[in-house]
Nanobody, 131 residues
Framework: QVQLVESGGGLVHAGDSLTLSCAAS????????IGWFRQAPGKGREGLSC??????????SDSDSVKNRFTISRENGENAVKLQMTDLTTEDTAKYFC??????????????????????WGQGTQVTVTG
C-alpha cells in the first residue's frame, strides 16, 4: 500500500525559512511523480512543485507568489522529497500536502485539472506564518 507522510510544518515568522518533508513508502519502484500542494483557508488546493523521482525532472508553479522561493528536492538516500521555502509571508499560511502518482509526469501532477484524480495524498502538515 502506497503511503505518504508529511512533516516539518509549524509556526514561523514572516521572512523565515522552513523545510517540509514527505516520506513515501510502498511504491514498487521509483517510477512515479511526487509533489507539493497547499490549501489556504477558504481557497482551493494548488500545486506548488512536482518532481519525477526516477530522473529528478522538476516542475514549478508559475504563480508569482511561490516562484523563486520554493525548491523541491529529493532527500539523499531516502524515499522522501522536501520542499524548501524561503522568505515566507502570511500569504503562505496553509495546510501543505504531498501527493504522488505513478502515471503522471510532474507537470500534470501539479496541474489543477488532475487534483481530484491523484493516486495518493498525504494527510498534510500545517504551516502558519505570523506577521
Amino acid at each position: 500500500q502506497v503511503q505518504l507522510v508529511e512533516s516539518g510544518g509549524g509556526l514561523v515568522h514572516a521572512g523565515d525559512s522552513l523545510t517540509l518533508s514527505c516520506a513515501a513508502s510502498g511504491f514498487p519502484s521509483n517510477e512515479y511523480s511526487i509533489g507539493w500542494f497547499r490549501q489556504a483557508p477558504g481557497k482551493g488546493r494548488e500545486g506548488l512543485s512536482c518532481m519525477k523521482v526516477s530522473n529528478g525532472e522538476t516542475y514549478y508553479s508559475d504563480s508569482d507568489s511561490v516562484k523563486n522561493r520554493f525548491t523541491i528536492s529529493r532527500e539523499n538516500g531516502e524515499n522522501a522529497v522536501k520542499l524548501q521555502m524561503t522568505d515566507l509571508t502570511t500569504e503562505d499560511t496553509a495546510k501543505y500536502f504531498c501527493a504522488a502518482d505513478r502515471a503522471l509526469e510532474p507537470g500534470w501532477l501539479c496541474s489543477d485539472v488532475m487534483l481530484g484524480y491523484l493516486e495518493v495524498w498525504g494527510q498534510g502538515t500545517q504551516v502558519t506564518v505570523t506577521g
